[in-house]
């Protein structure tokens, strides 16, 4: 059985993870005014940092980006404009 991680491809079935992914790569910590502590492991926000100024779990935001949940709520999409 193939397996369904990212391998940093669009992916037929995770667009909206894709979608979400390559937002938050696009955008760094102070265009949003977050500090920036020390190295970061990841370009633009981490999870986190994306899931707190969405006013989200991070464990949701986790879910969307993976796949495992297919139906954000109104502040996800939102939080992108």
Do not use: F, K, T
Not at 15 to 28: F, M, T
Not at 38 to 56: C, P, S, T, W
Not at 67 to 81: I, L, T
Request: charged share 30%; proline share 6%; aromatic share 6%.
């Amino acid at each position: 059985m193939p397996s369904r991680g990212y391998r940093g491809g669009v992916s037929q079935d995770n667009r909206l993870g894709d979608y979400l992914r390559a937002r938050r790569e696009l955008v760094a910590p102070q265009d949003v005014g977050l500090p920036v502590h020390g190295v970061r492991r990841v370009a633009g926000l981490r999870r986190e940092e994306v899931a707190m100024l969405a006013g989200i779990s991070s464990d949701y935001y986790l879910r969307l980006e993976q796949g495992r949940d297919r139906n954000p709520s109104v502040q996800v999409p939102s939080c992108w404009r």
